[in-house]
Every structure is written in structure tokens, then in C-alpha cells.
């Protein structure tokens, strides 16, 4: 065999061992993460490397986000946790499912929704549960009803003025 092919393979091998040594060390290895990133997740540090990279690499952008909060937002970060471990499967399965949808609807709607949901924040308490018991009071087809109502009201009617743009 001739010199240029063994230079070739001698290359390749040296290439592809690199590459191989390099993709161990993916951007989510326990290594890779910062101190306040491993403190976060050291209930995790165990089981990490068999966690999907996907995974790893969502509870490390979560642990980086968390050292930036001041201590009133991870105490919130905190109690929305707690909230959503406290769900059943089928409760945070309907959530996940709510989030796509919401996801694939249009930025227009998207906003839509958004500013709906600002205003029923800005209700009183008292009107706000009195609205959530009215509302669970209603059959499913009522409810359907009043979503189409309230969808086709929003089509026909201006944006208020707090809903427009600047």
C-alpha cells in the first residue's frame, strides 16, 4: 500500500477518535455546568448523564435562569414548582396539551388571549372566583358556546385602548 493511503486512514482515525473524545463532553456534562447550576440540580446529579442531552440541556437553561433571580422571584419560582409536582399526570398532561395548542395559534391570537387574561387579572378577587364558579357551573356545551360568543365578539369589536399598539 502506498504511503498517501496509509496517511489518509492514519487521518481519519486521528479525526474521528478526536470528534468521539469531544462528543462525550457534550454542553449539558455535569462538568460543563456552573457551580449554582449543580447546586440547583443536585437532586439530579446522580441520574444525569442518563438523562436525554434534551433534557439535560432544558434543566440547565432552568438552573441558569433561577441563579439569576433575585430571592422574591425564586421564592415564586419555588411555590409555581411545588404547584405543578402537586398536579396529577392527567392534570399536567392537560396543561402540556393547552400549551401546544396555544403554541401553534397565531401571534395575533396569542395576544388576544393574553390581553384577556390581563384584564381578568386586574378584576377584583371577588369577581374573578365569581366568574371561575359561574363558569364551572356551566355544562361543556354551554361553555362551548360562550368561547364561540366570546371569540366572534372579539373578531367584530375594536381593540380597546389599552389593547392597541403603540
Known amino acids: 500500500m502506498n504511503r498517501k493511503y496509509w ?20 454542553d449539558s456534562s455535569w462538568n460543563s455546568l456552573s457551580e449554582s447550576q449543580r447546586e440547583v440540580l443536585s437532586p439530579y446529579a446522580e441520574q444525569w448523564a442518563t438523562l436525554p442531552a434534551e433534557r439535560r440541556q432544558r434543566l440547565a437553561e432552568g438552573a441558569r435562569r433561577f441563579a439569576e433571580m433575585n430571592s422574591e422571584q425564586r421564592a415564586a419560582a419555588r411555590d409555581r414548582f411545588q ?3 402537586n398536579l396529577s399526570d392527567d392534570q399536567r398532561n392537560q396543561i402540556r396539551d393547552r400549551y401546544r395548542q396555544f403554541q401553534g395559534l397565531s401571534p395575533r391570537e396569542k395576544q388576544r ?28 356545551d354551554q361553555r362551548q358556546r360562550l ?11 375594536r381593540p380597546r385602548p389599552s389593547d392597541r399598539p403603540n
Open 113 to 140: 388571549i393574553r390581553n384577556n387574561f390581563q384584564r381578568f387579572r386586574d378584576l377584583p378577587l371577588d369577581r374573578r372566583q365569581e366568574l371561575r364558579q359561574r363558569f364551572r357551573d356551566m355544562t361543556p
Open 147 to 157: 368561547r364561540e360568543r366570546l371569540r366572534d365578539r372579539q373578531q367584530t369589536v
Open 83 to 85: 404547584t405543578w409536582r
Open 7 to 26: 496517511i489518509a486512514v492514519v487521518a481519519a482515525l486521528t479525526l474521528g477518535l478526536t470528534n468521539l473524545a469531544c462528543g462525550q463532553e457534550d
